[in-house]
């Protein structure tokens, strides 16, 4: 559906940012979650 940029941030977290294409508009979804160890 969309590019998924995936950023490795300290303290084991993931920035997704992913790039949506809808209605001729470009929108960034970001998710920010902990990774289990």
Do not use: A, C, Q
């Amino acid at each position: 559906m969309g590019n998924i940029t995936s950023v490795t941030l300290p303290g084991r977290h993931v920035l997704e940012i992913r790039h949506v294409k809808y209605d001729d508009s470009l929108f960034f979804v970001r998710v920010l979650r902990k990774i289990r160890p």
